[in-house]
């Protein structure tokens, strides 16, 4: 198994043009990956800290060439000669390098970088699709099916420009259209929005991530131009999509109430919640994300006990992908739904203990983008991987966004190939009726007859029970790394990767034929997402140790010391007055040793 050779950082820009990290990690055989960090447009509390320069001649403050420096004179050291398919027993030494509770002194965006950088070079170490590697190594789902896309086609709140108050209205594919076909959708209803949007001089520009941001009297508004600019095509409202909003409840409180202007004196919790209610019955909103601000928990339980049957009920600030906030949100039964974003929380470790956590629960799992989003379509991987229902990656209009919906093209591609080839697949990957013979489906999908309203929003199939991976509580605090061998290197052609079955699929609506794409015979099945073309690794010996060679743990102490000291971070005090050391790598023997089973992950 290859092993890690070398890793660098450096500073690149997110969307919105500020700073943030991207890492480059280099394999014994020659391969490489490159992974990026998003940023948020607001640090919320229960996310985990970000490490900014704070250096007011540098990007105004939100430089990251601190947590360069720490990347690769400190920690970068410490992973090389790693076998990268162990990736909890690195996510672990991250971890107790920085205990503190939030990532305080290295940061979530240093930590979740190379645990990123970690999990694509397992992947392109065992020759599998990161999608494929994370449904084999964490069992978080038994198949590979795309998830259903939120598309965010208008902005407001601190997305847009203060002319609406809800962050984004989501326009969301029925369960019966394919993956193909929803982006068809959102293109044709996005461009029509835009058609009237314009000839109304509604004076709209672009939100943060996208979508429009119109001048419009209320927020109702914008469901009655998205109905109408669906006239204008052939998709129809509760047939073919549905709505969704993100409201981001924290960011309409003053003085008590929530302000939207659909009402001037504001809303109480109680009124909010008939306000959601009404939207639900009207405009037909399956999807409430953030609805109320953090600290109403009551008003939370009461949109969940209430909506449940019939909506998602999503927490992002409310949860921020930490275990131990998720575990509360279950056991107050504050919400139905998990919005996922690795960087709120720092380690791909801690991201699955999340999603275990709400998976277990019965609720589904919706992968997010960030506002200031980079290029790299991890995300778009990981959300397959894990089995996702739901991914939110904006309006496809904007280059961050567009990278991760052609990276679930590729994917999608080639799962239909392989099914076509019957290879690896016996089931289709996409929605289809499974109780009478398959009917050839249109090249177009046909909109023009009746049918029920499918919602997306259906009871998915029970998840299968997920391999046994150490909770929060289980980790060891203030001990050390257990030790990961370096693997022998292959005798023999490696076997093949298991197979991924695909998912069962729920019925058809009960008229008119299913909507699947065109019959086009697809590309072959995409390799690993990486760079196509990677870059050597440097020549320059890093200052603290080469790459195959383990500094003595006083070295790597005393270099630990000194970086910290140079960006101003301090180790966390514990009782007694003395601080916590960061923890020494695991260890790499000197001479070859039988390879050790794979821990369970």
């Not at 997110?14 to 447009?41: F, H, K, Y």
């Not at 927020?219 to 006239?231: G, K, Y």
Request: some cysteine; hydrophobic content about 35%; glycine content about 6%.
């Amino acid at each position: 198994m290859p092993a890690i050779q070398n890793i660098r950082a450096k500073e690149i820009l997110d969307s919105r043009g500020n700073p943030t990290i991207e890492v480059t990690l280099w394999l014994d055989d020659g391969q490489a990956v490159v992974t990026s960090v998003p940023n948020g447009i607001k640090h919320y509390p229960n996310e985990a800290f970000v490490l900014y320069d704070q250096d007011s001649e540098h990007m105004g403050g939100r430089g990251v060439q601190k947590a360069v420096a720490l990347i690769n004179q400190t920690i970068a050291p410490q992973l090389t000669g790693q076998d990268p398919t162990q990736q909890t027993p690195l996510d672990q030494f991250l971890q107790q390098l920085d205990s503190t509770p939030q990532k305080s002194k290295a940061g979530a965006n240093t930590l979740i970088a190379l645990s990123q950088a970690v999990l694509k070079a397992g992947a392109v170490a065992t020759g599998q699709p990161l999608y494929q590697y994370l449904i084999q190594q964490f069992q978080l789902t038994d198949h590979a099916a795309i998830p259903t896309c939120l598309y965010g086609l208008v902005n407001g709140g601190q997305y847009g420009s203060d002319n609406l108050d809800i962050q984004e209205f989501l326009v969301i594919p029925a369960s019966h259209l394919d993956y193909r076909v929803s982006l068809e959708m959102e293109s044709a209803l996005r461009t029509k929005l835009q058609e009237m949007l314009k000839n109304q001089k509604a004076n709209y520009s672009f939100g943060e991530l996208g979508g429009f941001t119109p001048a419009l009297q209320k927020n109702t508004d914008v469901f009655e131009f998205i109905v109408e600019a669906a006239r204008k095509t052939n998709y129809i409202l509760s047939r073919d999509f549905f709505f969704g909003i993100d409201t981001g409840g924290d960011n309409l409180v003053s003085g008590g109430k929530y302000l939207l202007k659909d009402k001037s004196t504001g809303y109480s919790e109680k009124e909010l919640l008939e306000y959601y209610k009404n939207l639900r019955e009207k405009y037909n909103l399956t999807y409430f994300e953030d609805p109320f601000a953090v600290k109403d928990a009551g008003a939370w339980q009461a949109i969940t006990t209430d909506l449940a049957d019939a909506a998602r009920i999503a927490g992002d600030v409310i949860t921020a992908t930490q275990p131990s906030l998720v575990q509360h949100a279950i056991e107050n039964r504050l919400c139905n739904t998990l919005v996922v974003k690795p960087s709120q929380v720092g380690t791909v470790t801690e991201t699955l203990q999340a999603i275990k956590l709400a998976r277990n629960a019965g609720w589904a799992i919706v992968i997010s983008q960030r506002t200031g989003e980079t290029n790299d379509d991890f995300l778009a991987d990981f959300a397959v991987g894990v089995g996702a229902e739901f991914v939110k990656f904006g309006p496809t209009n904007r280059g961050e966004a567009v990278a991760k919906y052609n990276r679930l093209a590729d994917i999608y591609q080639a799962l239909e190939q392989t099914h076509q080839e019957g290879t690896a697949m016996t089931e289709p990957t996409q929605p289809t009726n499974t109780s009478t013979p398959a009917v050839p489906p249109p090249d177009e999908p046909t909109v023009d007859q009746t049918t029920e309203p499918t919602s997306v929003l259906g009871t998915p199939p029970a998840p299968p029970a997920p391999a046994a991976d150490p909770s929060p509580t289980d980790l060891p605090q203030n001990t050390s790394i257990p030790v990961v061998e370096p693997p022998q290197p292959p005798t023999s052609t490696p076997a093949k990767p298991p197979v991924v079955s695909a998912t069962p699929m729920p019925p058809k609506p009960p008229a008119g034929p299913a909507v699947t794409p065109p019959a086009t015979p697809p590309p072959n099945i995409p390799p690993p997402s990486q760079p196509p073309t990677p870059p050597a690794p440097p020549t320059t010996p890093l200052a603290a140790a080469g790459p195959t060679e383990k500094p003595s743990e006083a070295d790597v102490q005393q270099s630990i010391d000194k970086t910290l000291s140079e960006i101003g971070a301090k180790p966390p005090a514990v009782p007694g007055g003395e601080t916590t050391a960061p923890p020494s790598a695991p260890a790499k023997p000197a001479s070859p040793t039988a390879s050790e089973p794979t821990p369970q992950e």
